[in-house]
């Protein structure tokens, strides 16, 4: 095997707990973030290239990673976006036809460090039991003295605004120009799947920086608009809440996904908290309380809507919970042609259950061209 040398690597958490493990290539590295957990068993590449992972150092407990390569066409960003990354068995070779280069090539081109052999069961079970917690990734830890003051300088994710360092920086569209209807995406670190899924029920998108107003949306002529997932805590975003006060107010078809989810229950005064560990996976079992059918959904988020106020709230009726906690995971407002969730229904990775929101979303359309 290439690299048989490997560099000693560890992990240090921000409350002094070091794991040990080894560097994934033979270069020295080094990497901050808050580590977290995702249980998908596929889908590392989409994981990888999520915008809502943004600043945060990635630990897969699938035991195997790298083992089908990467492809061109499943990534949700042009590059990496996690911070770092922490498996148990990193694969060097690929065995899928369709993958276009190796992992490791890819994490390079995306000059992403990562380390493996650790113990990631004890690592996910610590992360459970303390929450999730800053954290640096090296293979340079002769110095744990200058390592830990260079840790504690790391802001917390807690009031941490991370929508401007992913968002475009221009506006851009996607989609077929002649499609049937148009939708003013408002990018607070979108997934390319979302997009997609537009396109697909023949919507035709334009996609906006984070800080864009309600009012230079609105003049392109969208019959609906669309608020993105993405990273960090929702409630820096004053400009993107605002845009959603504008957009109710206006009474405009409004979707909201994931962190535009936690934008909308902002814009209506439900306040938002930061979760233990959060949810991170393929496999969450969500109710939906409208139909009573249950759903197995894809989820990235560390952040949550505070359930007491939205349950108080007059004019939103919660429309999906979280079955293993109980948190809300879907709102619709009563008087308004808005609804949102906290999950990812493009499922990119994961279940396609939740593929129906978009048609919703579609009918909605229909209805404000009417």
Same mark, same amino acid.
């Given at each position: 095997?290439?690299?048989?040398?490997? !560099?000693?690597?560890?992990?240090?958490?921000?409350?002094?707990?070091?794991?040990?493990?080894?560097?994934?290539?033979?270069?020295?590295? !080094?990497?901050?973030?808050?580590?977290? *957990?995702?249980?998908?068993?596929?889908?590392?590449?989409?994981?990888?290239?999520?915008?809502?992972? *943004?600043?945060?150092?990635?630990?897969?407990?699938?035991?195997?990673?790298?083992?089908?390569?990467?492809?061109?066409?499943?990534?949700?960003?042009?590059?990496?976006?996690?911070?770092?990354?922490?498996?148990?068995?990193?694969?060097?070779?690929?065995?899928?036809?369709?993958?276009?280069?190796?992992?490791?090539?890819?994490?390079?081109?995306?000059?992403?460090?990562?380390? /493996?052999?650790?113990?990631?069961?004890?690592?996910?079970?610590?992360?459970?039991?303390?929450?999730?917690?800053?954290?640096?990734?090296?293979?340079?830890?002769?110095?744990?003295?200058?390592?830990?003051?260079?840790?504690?300088?790391?802001?917390?994710?807690?009031?941490?605004?991370?929508?401007?360092?992913?968002?475009?920086?221009?506006?851009?569209? *996607?989609?077929?120009?002649?499609?049937?209807?148009?939708?003013? $995406?408002?990018?607070?670190?979108?997934?390319?799947?979302?997009?997609?899924?537009?396109?697909?029920?023949?919507?035709?998108?334009?996609?906006?920086?984070?800080?864009?107003?309600?009012?230079?949306?609105?003049?392109?002529?969208?019959?609906?608009?669309? @608020? /993105?997932?993405?990273?960090?805590?929702?409630?820096? @975003?004053?400009?993107? $809440?605002?845009?959603?006060?504008?957009?109710?107010?206006?009474? !405009?078809?409004?979707?909201?996904?994931?962190?535009?989810?936690?934008?909308?229950?902002?814009?209506?005064?439900?306040?938002?908290?930061?979760?233990?560990?959060?949810?991170?996976?393929?496999?969450?079992?969500?109710?939906?309380?409208?139909?009573?059918?249950?759903?197995?959904?894809?989820?990235?988020?560390?952040? /949550?809507?505070?359930?007491?106020?939205?349950?108080?709230?007059?004019?939103?009726?919660?429309?999906?919970?979280?079955?293993?906690?109980?948190?809300?995971?879907?709102?619709?407002?009563?008087?308004?042609?808005? *609804?949102?969730?906290?999950?990812?229904?493009?499922?990119?990775?994961?279940?396609?259950?939740?593929?129906?929101?978009?048609?919703?979303?579609?009918?909605?359309?229909?209805?404000?061209?009417?």
């Amino acid at each position: 095997m290439k690299y048989q040398a490997r !560099k000693k690597a560890i992990l240090l958490l921000e409350d002094g707990t070091i794991f040990h493990g080894k560097a994934v290539g033979d270069k020295n590295g !080094k990497a901050f973030g808050e580590v977290c *957990f995702n249980t998908g068993m596929t889908g590392y590449q989409e994981i990888f290239t999520d915008p809502s992972y *943004f600043g945060q150092i990635m630990v897969t407990t699938n035991a195997h990673i790298g083992n089908y390569g990467a492809n061109e066409e499943e990534k949700e960003a042009e590059t990496a976006q996690i911070s770092g990354l922490i498996c148990k068995n990193f694969s060097y070779y690929q065995s899928r036809p369709a993958a276009d280069e190796t992992l490791k090539q890819f994490l390079d081109r995306s000059d992403l460090f990562a380390i /493996s052999d650790v113990d990631t069961r004890a690592l996910v079970t610590y992360i459970r039991e303390n929450g999730a917690m800053n954290a640096v990734i090296t293979t340079e830890f002769d110095d744990l003295d200058a390592l830990k003051k260079e840790l504690a300088a790391v802001p917390d994710m807690n009031g941490l605004e991370l929508a401007s360092k992913v968002s475009t920086k221009k506006p851009y569209f *996607f989609g077929n120009e002649s499609a049937r209807f148009k939708v003013a $995406v408002l990018d607070i670190g979108v997934k390319k799947s979302i997009l997609k899924h537009l396109s697909k029920r023949d919507v035709y998108c334009k996609v906006y920086p984070y800080d864009t107003s309600y009012a230079e949306m609105k003049e392109w002529g969208a019959q609906g608009y669309l @608020l /993105s997932n993405g990273p960090g805590d929702p409630q820096p @975003l004053a400009s993107a $809440v605002q845009v959603a006060k504008d957009i109710i107010a206006d009474d !405009k078809p409004l979707f909201g996904i994931c962190l535009g989810h936690q934008v909308i229950a902002l814009a209506n005064g439900i306040s938002t908290y930061k979760m233990h560990h959060g949810h991170r996976g393929i496999n969450h079992p969500i109710m939906n309380l409208e139909t009573g059918k249950g759903e197995i959904t894809s989820q990235n988020h560390g952040f /949550s809507v505070n359930k007491e106020e939205t349950e108080a709230h007059p004019e939103v009726v919660v429309t999906h919970t979280h079955l293993n906690d109980g948190t809300v995971a879907g709102i619709r407002l009563k008087n308004k042609n808005c *609804f949102s969730v906290q999950y990812h229904p493009e499922a990119s990775p994961g279940p396609n259950d939740a593929h129906y929101l978009f048609d919703e979303f579609i009918h909605n359309l229909i209805k404000e061209k009417q």
